[in-house]
């Protein structure tokens, strides 16, 4: 089974705050992606990259920025945190494109006070 | 751009059968994914449709018209742990890496 572990549960930060959210995935996916889920509003993706060092916009990049050194890790930062950034934070992986789908983690339960 | 609808909540009763339904219109159409979600959990894979026509895995079935623009998920024999979150999502091209998704059908199944 294709394991996705984030390494935080729960999170509470002040405003303005920097914060590293880091994923991790054991099964040699080329594709990793970081999506917010808010009531109402489903999962938005933030970022994704499908190689080592890549990286491309998803729909909702503002106030976010991502690192992949490691092609087993993707890790996505807030600058500055806002409370308009409270949320889920699910990170997933995949192999390809086509039929395979999305293999998602826990979650990361973020709350900016 | 990609819009993806699908109800907001259903209610049915165990044993019962429930139809959940996903219309999308997206620029370009590779597969249509249905994800389960239960409270606090990760959404986990359900089913796959690239081509017209009805899937079946067990008690839950997909089908899929892309002419339409529409999909289901047909959950049968329903039972208290069905209870879940469903989530559509659609590939938009066939180099496209990521899933859209809509916002997600609370089912909820009362004894």
């Known amino acids: 089974d294709v394991k996705v572990t984030q390494s935080s549960r729960y999170l509470v930060k002040r405003t303005g705050e920097k914060v590293f959210l880091e994923c991790v995935q054991d099964?040699?996916?080329?594709?990793m992606f970081w999506y917010r889920q808010d009531p109402g509003l489903g999962l938005r993706l933030i970022y994704f990259?499908?190689?080592?060092?890549?990286?491309e916009k998803g729909d909702i990049p503002e106030g976010y920025s991502v690192s992949r050194e490691k092609k087993e890790r993707f890790s996505l930062i807030l600058e500055s945190t806002s409370t308009n950034q409270t949320s889920m934070y699910l990170c997933?992986?995949?192999f390809g494109t086509g039929h395979s789908p999305l293999h998602f983690g826990n979650g990361t339960r973020l709350t900016v006070t | 751009g990609q819009n993806i609808d699908q109800p907001t909540e259903m209610t049915a009763t165990e044993g019962a059968i429930v139809q959940i339904n996903c219309t999308y219109q997206?620029?370009?159409?590779?597969?249509l994914f249905w994800y389960q979600q239960h409270a606090g959990e990760a959404p986990t894979f359900l089913s796959y449709?690239?081509?017209?026509g009805l899937e079946e895995k067990g008690r839950f079935s997909s089908f899929l018209s892309r002419s339409k623009g529409y999909s289901y998920l047909l959950l049968k024999e329903l039972q208290m742990k069905d209870s879940a979150s469903y989530l559509c999502?659609?590939?938009?091209?066939?180099?496209?890496?990521?899933?859209?998704f809509g916002a997600g059908t609370t089912v909820t199944v009362r004894a």
């Open positions: 997933a992986s995949s």
């Open positions: 099964m040699d996916h080329e594709n």
């Open positions: 990259s499908y190689d080592v060092k890549m990286k």
């Open positions: 997206t620029s370009g159409f590779n597969g």
């Open positions: 449709n690239v081509l017209d």
């Open positions: 999502a659609v590939r938009g091209n066939a180099n496209d890496y990521k899933l859209s």
